[in-house]
């Protein structure tokens, strides 16, 4: 038999280095193949994404300024002199700048709503320097979005939307538009943070510290690919001037509105029919939950839910076979659901389970037919009262409905005063509310109450879920029981 090639300890050593550098190396491949690092320059992702970026300037009549002028007879000797010197005379013009991009080679062009908001005049400047009078195809206040078109004789350079649901905290963008109307300019920057909301219903930020600043409004966010990924919106800055801190609406949002402005000329949002708000961790233990997820409904006025069968403090823990963990989420569901489409919804109800099936109603339609909220409250006296939980409370009377604006169908308990430093207080509670039902169960009288106290003490709760009505609008509350 022949005896192995006996190895030296040095070779040994050397074998195994290179057997680290190695995978040292190969690790660091893989790093790089998931990791992309920063462009040596942005030079060839701006050039090819420029020719289909633009320049809006809109022209509105606003009134002439009226305090302080002149009056003069017409034909007076100093009719003309206060023309000339007596300041504006008659309606003014005034200009405004912003930014969009060419979506479609036949002159589609996105940007924000406040930059053309009553605009009697759009005109559009391109990379080339042509420029064409834009026509305006429809808007979505909600989500700032304005979509535009132009006739061209010529194919126009345009871009596409990219899946913002992509982007992640760290990668690089690329702003481009009209800053301080300084004509076409690039800023390069990453994302800051994702998901960020400013005031809208359907807001989806994109937070970049790309430079955006006035004149940047409507310009699109590129990823490094070329795709919008963004549209610039807003920015936060103590001085009007870029900070880092830039907000741009996510493609996946301006994309599904510009569809819809494109087909109708409106938007058309899905409706369930629904108030609700979030599961706290006090609202989860009140009801029994494991887990503070979902969308508790408070309020269930005629429309699809209700006549799919959801009722007033279920969960709704599903929606369209996705789940739900938050108000916002589900808002941002039904609106993107195609109206008119059955959808099934899962809640939990008592401690089961249910799935309905809803047949959604625009949001459009039912906004615009809805009814007003009620009178404001006021702090009625109760000819019956206790202190109960840090709140004085009384039962609702025919005298005390018509002060408060309540319907003559509704039953419950009226606060009329509270502790300041209470509980009940800290979390909201004011005068005038109306507790409906405690306990997921109605409450007509003080001793209703009491009742539903003791019950959840006997059954080990630490709180009890009141449901509280001021004017037209309920919400869930969960106040400590000892």
Known sequence: MMEAPAVRPGALMGLFWAAAFGLALALGMAHDAGA?????????????????????????????????????????????????????????????????????????IVTNNHVIEGADEISVEFYSGATLD????????????????????????????????????????LAV????????????????????ELSGTYDDFIQTDAAINRGN?????????????????????????????????????????????????????GWLGVRIQDVTPDVAEAMGLAEAKGALVTDVPEGPA?????????????????????TRELVRRVADADVGRAVRVVVLREGKTQTLLVTLGRRETAEGEGPESGAAPGTPEAPVSKELMGMTLGVLTDETRGELGVGPEVEGLVITDLDQAGEAYEKGLRAGDVITEAGQQKVATIADLEARIAEAKDAGRKSLLLLIRRGADPRFVALSVE
Do not use: C, H
């Not at 633009?54 to 302080?68: Q, S």
């Not at 126009?156 to 649901?165: A, E, K, Q, R």
């Not at 538009?177 to 960020?196: D, E, K, T, W, Y």
């Open 36 to 108: 992309r690092a920063a462009p040596e320059s942005f030079a060839d992702l701006s050039q090819e994404v420029s020719p289909a970026v633009v320049n809006i300037t809109t022209t509105t009549t606003v009134a002439a300024p009226v305090d302080g002028q002149p009056v003069v007879p017409e034909g007076s000797p100093f009719e003309d002199f206060f023309k000339d010197f007596g300041g504006p005379q008659g309606p003014q013009r005034s200009n405004a700048l912003g930014s969009g991009f060419v979506v479609s080679e036949d002159g589609y």
């Open 217 to 269: 409004s409507g310009g699109p966010l590129f990823n490094m690919n070329g795709e919008v990924v963004g549209v610039n919106t807003a920015i936060l800055s103590p001085n009007g001037g870029s900070i880092g801190i830039g907000f741009s609406m996510a493609s996946n949002v301006v994309a599904k509105v510009v569809g819809q402005l494109k087909e109708f000329g409106e938007t058309r949002r």
């Open 134 to 173: 834009a026509e305006l195809v429809g808007t979505d206040p909600k989500t700032d979005i304005a979509l535009l078109k132009v006739k061209s004789d010529q194919p126009l350079p345009f871009v596409s939307f990219g899946n913002s649901d992509l982007m992640r905290v760290g990668d690089w963008v």
């Open 177 to 196: 538009g009209n800053p301080l109307g300084q004509g076409f300019s690039v800023s390069a920057g990453i994302v800051s943070a994702r998901n960020r």
């Open 306 to 326: 209700k006549d799919g069968g959801i009722q007033s403090g279920d969960v709704i823990t599903s929606f369209d076979g996705a789940p739900v963990t938050d």
